[in-house]
């Protein structure tokens, strides 16, 4: 049998609750329009409509004298006798008769207001007319019978009846339509917040080390790239690189404490070509891979950074660098070529960086799919001749095969996964796929971290934005993707036994 899924809450993060909720506000809107629609059908279907004809009595005396009418005292316990009386099944029945029916067709309703000599009924019928003749009905029969039972007291009319042309019942229906909105949204947002706690994302450090296999590298925190007013309102196109101003200084060390993973694999093992790569798209493993390129050529000599995501090229935009076609990475790839022109192609970025990048552009579907580990062995074991760290950018691991075949070239793999973007079931089939080639797989990295707990409000204003100003996704034309990988068959059945 499988195991109930626990809840830890140190998994959880609240941050990444109010964003689940807010990036679903859709929703929580859409269940707002259904819950009035539904009121308002139910009351339609369930309610009919109901009209009120009002009638104000008076209590006198049957003396004209004000002597007598002291002597009477008239007051509110006899007001509150004749208000008995014109509710009374007698009087109902005779109303009925004179109507010309067998039952009376309204109801009736008697107020009293305290110490007065006043009596309010209000006559509730189906329909406006039948309210009102309802009303005439008990005002002129009511007369024949209060004449016994108060023999020195009368009633008379001073103000009615009335025709509604309103619905009485119209005002509770009508607070029952105000509070459809707000419970709808009420019962959106629990559903969200359950849905969220309930989801197999990675949220927090703590919740990666629990639900992921591997090691974890670094957690890079969130990075705001736009500081001023004039890049926020322009929302200018700007790269996140450690090489840069904008960065801060702990999100550079958080790089820096990265790299230092790199250095060791390098100096126990002899790995000299690193593969940077994610799950899926937009989690940030371009500019990771980008910025622990810089951060080794800031130490070292002869650092390469390879962009082999030959599906949606990026470095070229991240450096804001142009590509040329036929000296970029992808023309080298399973074609016989010089040494020499492959390091033409590389691009010194300069002094101030020491980063040497070799670019690419997209290749087309066709040359795609024939790409093989032996497609891309020539032109590594010629780049590990000249350089002492190679970091290599690919495709997503979760959507595109090149990935994996570039595994079985490369020395070490890390994955970088992004906070609350991937099911960590999704990202096991991709440790899984990279543990299983014939490279290394050193961890993954944490990445985009945000959160609201007081543990890390000094990192508040840290941390790594995922993007560099530019749009990414991957076009289903330029090659093919996965459905569920053996990996995440292996996966379920380890988490069945």
């Known amino acids: 049998m499988d195991e109930k899924k626990r809840v830890e809450w ?13 990036r679903h506000s859709w929703m929580v809107l859409l269940s707002m329009l259904i819950c009035v629609m539904l009121v308002y059908l139910l009351q ?40 008995e009386l014109l509710s009374s099944d007698i009087v109902r029945q005779s109303a009925a008769t004179r109507m010309g029916l067998d039952s009376f067709p309204a109801e009736i309703s008697i107020y009293v207001p305290e110490a007065t000599n006043i009596v309010n009924m209000s006559v509730t019928a189906a329909s406006p007319e039948l309210a009102y003749k309802s009303s005439l009905a008990v005002i002129d029969c009511h007369s024949e019978y209060s004449k016994t039972v108060f023999s020195t007291a009368v009633l008379d009319t001073i103000n009615g009846p009335t025709i509604s042309v309103v619905p009485s019942s119209l ?21 969200l917040v359950f849905m969220s706690i309930q989801a197999d994302t990675v949220q927090t450090p703590h919740g990666a080390k629990q639900q992921l296999e591997g090691k974890m590298l670094a957690t890079v925190y969130h990075e705001r790239k736009r500081r001023t007013l004039r890049s926020l309102f322009r929302r200018e196109k700007t790269s996140l690189l450690i090489s840069t101003p904008l960065c801060s200084f702990y999100y550079t060390e958080t790089i820096h404490q990265f790299r230092v993973n790199i250095e060791h694999a390098k100096e126990h093992h002899g790995h000299k070509i690193f593969m940077v790569c994610s799950c899926s798209e937009n989690e940030g493993k371009s500019t990771i891979a980008a910025n622990i390129a810089l951060s080794l050529a800031q130490k070292h000599d002869k650092v390469l950074l390879i962009d082999a995501d030959l599906r949606k090229p990026s470095q070229a935009l991240i450096f804001e660098r142009p590509t ?21 192609s590389i691009t010194y970025t300069g002094s101030q960086t020491n980063l040497h990048v070799l670019y690419s552009s997209p290749l087309n579907r066709h040359k795609l799919e024939t790409l093989s580990a032996a497609s891309f062995q020539p032109m590594f074991d010629a780049l590990r001749e000249e350089f002492n760290y190679i970091i290599v950018d690919t495709p997503p691991i979760g959507l595109f095969a090149d990935a994996e075949v570039l595994a079985d070239v490369v020395d070490a793999s890390v994955l970088v996964v992004r906070q609350d973007t991937v099911s960590a079931i999704m990202i096991n089939d991709a440790i899984d796929n990279l543990s299983e080639a014939n490279s290394t797989f050193l961890g993954y990295v944490l990445n985009n971290f945000r959160t609201f707990r007081t543990t890390a409000l000094l990192h508040s204003h840290y941390g790594y934005g995922y993007g560099y100003g530019y749009g990414y996704g991957y076009s289903h034309n330029h090659g093919y993707s996965y459905g569920k990988s053996k990996a995440a068959e292996k996966h379920s059945k380890k988490r069945k036994e």
Do not use: H, W
């Open 324 to 344: 040329k076609r036929g000296v970029d990475f992808g023309a080298f790839i399973g074609n016989t070529f010089k040494k020499e022109a492959l390091l033409e």
């Open 10 to 22: 140190s998994n959880i993060d609240l941050y990444c609750i109010i964003k689940f909720v807010l």
């Open 171 to 191: 005002s509770g229906r009508q607070q029952a339509l105000k509070l459809a909105a707000p419970v709808g949204a009420l019962l959106m947002i629990a559903l």
């Open 44 to 83: 339609s279907l369930a309610f009919a409509p109901e009209y009120t004809s009002s009638v104000t009595f008076s209590v006198t005396s049957r003396s004209a004298s004000s002597a007598s009418v002291g002597n009477i005292a008239v007051t509110d316990t006899v007001a509150g006798q004749f208000g």
